[in-house]
């Protein structure tokens, strides 16, 4: 990469050395199905939902286990849909006054 530079009337050319690749390589949660396949998980049915958690990014609810929805939701940085393989992209596909009289 080369670069001008102006420095008091003087035009010099910079050859800067090509960016080293400083960001970390993205681990999701061993136990996530978008993990190791790269798709996000399907939504079960409804009647399948033990318990529900809502996005802090995308404010969807997804489903969860009762005992894993308290731990999600007291998270410092909140839950994300990520964190057990769904994807904020990803329809919640059913509407919050069922998701609501389920629980």
């Not at 939701?73 to 839950?79: E, L, P, R, V």
């Not at 990520?82 to 919640?92: A, V």
Request: include cysteine; proline fraction near 8%.
């Amino acid at each position: 990469v080369c670069a001008n530079a102006a420095s008091a009337g003087c035009d010099l050319s910079l050859v800067l050395p090509p960016a080293a690749s400083t960001a970390a390589p993205v681990q999701k949660s061993k136990g996530s199905a978008f993990a190791a396949s790269g798709d996000p998980r399907a939504v079960p049915l409804l009647d399948d939902w033990e318990a529900a958690v809502q996005c802090t990014f995308c404010h969807k609810w997804r489903p969860c286990g009762a005992t894993e929805a308290p731990k999600l939701m007291s998270a410092d940085s909140g839950f994300s849909c990520s964190k057990i393989g769904f994807s904020c992209n990803q329809e919640q596909k059913y509407p919050i006054e069922e998701i609501d009289a389920m629980f």
